[in-house]
């Protein structure tokens, strides 16, 4: 699993990456009240806002730890979007994205460095 300064994860299965927000993001928030995925279809570059997600606090765009296309969204999280606080890092992902430059992973923190990287903030 790798981390965005932005507090998104990815976890790479082959050329598909699963994306979603962090449990420190989710914390962040508080309790998610909606969620909107990505089309499948839809091309995304790193970086780019390619979901929303709000809760009782605030709305927030995330963002793309990845360029590629997007092969499925969440659609699970329409009707809960709680999923994202139970289990950010797990069934309350976002998209899965085919991935077209695997090498942006590099780039990215991996846990530790992630753990690290919130004691700063």
Do not use: C
Not at 73 to 78: C, H, R, S, V
Not at 108 to 118: I, N, P
């Amino acid at each position: 699993m790798h981390f965005t300064k932005d507090h998104e994860w990815v976890r790479l299965d082959g050329d598909v990456a699963t994306v979603g927000i962090t449990k420190h993001a989710a914390d962040q928030l508080g309790d998610v009240v909606f969620v909107e995925t990505p089309e499948a279809g839809r091309a995304v570059s790193q970086k780019d806002g390619f979901a929303v997600v709000e809760s009782v606090k605030a709305a927030s765009d995330v963002y793309a730890p990845v360029s590629g296309e997007v092969i499925e969204g969440n659609a699970a999280l329409a009707s809960a979007p709680e999923t994202v606080n139970a289990d950010p890092e797990g069934e309350g992902w976002f998209a899965r994205i085919k991935v077209s430059d695997a090498s942006q992973l590099d780039g990215l923190m991996d846990r530790a460095a992630y753990d690290q990287f919130l004691t700063t903030l």
